[in-house]
């Protein structure tokens, strides 16, 4: 009996050893997956490879929302059809280099009309004369009231001549290396200022940063207007400034530059519409 007392306690012993501790009647072991007939959820829960992806409800596409009317005169880059690349830095003047290949077409920047055209290719190293070393140009009064200033030009379309109508995007020339770019690439000088008399060359090379709004008319926002940092400009310096930067030549004949009146703030001898 003794014996038999022992075999029986180390059973227990035993069983008490490997069976899970636990409240008598409860069983602590992980509960089965339930299985039902259909499968479904409780089958996707038990089998991650019968898991069906759910679709999202149908909805609308995202709405494209326009670029905000800063002004309202409607601006195109000047270089049309051809990759172009430009600097956005002061380089002695206020104006800027738009490299492209020669030929590209140089288009007009906003509706308005032709102010001058220079047809011939006039600069010569030998006397660096500051009125011809854009080369060939064309500028364009817009109906913004600003003038911009296409220069070092291939060539100038046929028809294109002072006074004549323009729309944005209209072709005006062809880019080149005439003027003082002709041991360069290829390449667009591009200014903006207010229109002068002819005489008065260095207004029209460039007096307002253009780069922010090449980078706007570029970039798809068509109507950032440079016409107010113009008026501005043209309200602190006069209508008519004076030579400062870049203005001698090397001609042996001093070069005779045309020095405004004294009263060279008066706005009704250039007059800019004011639309």
Same mark, same amino acid.
């Given at each position: ?40 959820? !409780? ?9 069906? !992806? ?222």
């Amino acid at each position: 009996m003794r014996r038999l007392a022992a075999l029986t306690s180390a059973a227990c012993l035993a069983a008490a050893c490997s069976a899970p501790a636990g409240v008598a009647g409860v069983s602590t072991l992980p509960p089965a997956p339930p299985v039902t007939s259909g499968g479904g959820a !409780a089958t996707a829960a038990a089998d991650p490879s019968h898991m069906v !992806a759910v679709a999202p409800p149908p909805g609308d596409a995202p709405v494209r929302l326009p670029p905000p009317t800063l002004s309202r005169f409607t601006y195109k880059f000047p270089v049309k059809g051809c990759r172009a690349s430009y600097s956005r830095k002061l380089l002695v003047l206020p104006k800027t280099t738009i490299w492209a290949g020669k030929g590209c077409a140089f288009v007009s920047p906003v509706d308005g009309v032709v102010h001058e055209v220079n047809v011939k290719n006039l600069w010569k190293p030998s006397t660096d004369r500051g009125a011809d070393r854009e080369g060939r140009f064309v500028s364009v009064l817009g109906d913004d009231g600003v003038l911009y200033l296409g220069g070092h030009l291939d060539s100038v379309e046929p028809g294109v001549r002072a006074g004549t109508h323009v729309k944005a995007g209209q072709q005006l020339g062809r880019i080149g290396n005439s003027g003082n770019a002709r041991d360069m690439a290829s390449n667009l000088y591009f200014a903006v200022s207010w229109p002068t008399p002819s005489q008065y060359w260095w207004v029209r090379r460039g007096m307002v940063e253009p780069w922010p709004y090449l980078d706007a008319w570029y970039d798809g926002n068509a109507t950032l207007s440079p016409r107010k940092a113009t008026l501005a400009m043209r309200k602190h310096v006069g209508a008519l400034p004076r030579c400062v930067q870049l203005c001698s030549s090397k001609s042996p004949v001093p070069a005779r530059e045309t020095k405004p009146p004294k009263d060279d703030t008066d706005d009704t001898r250039v007059v800019i519409p004011l639309n």
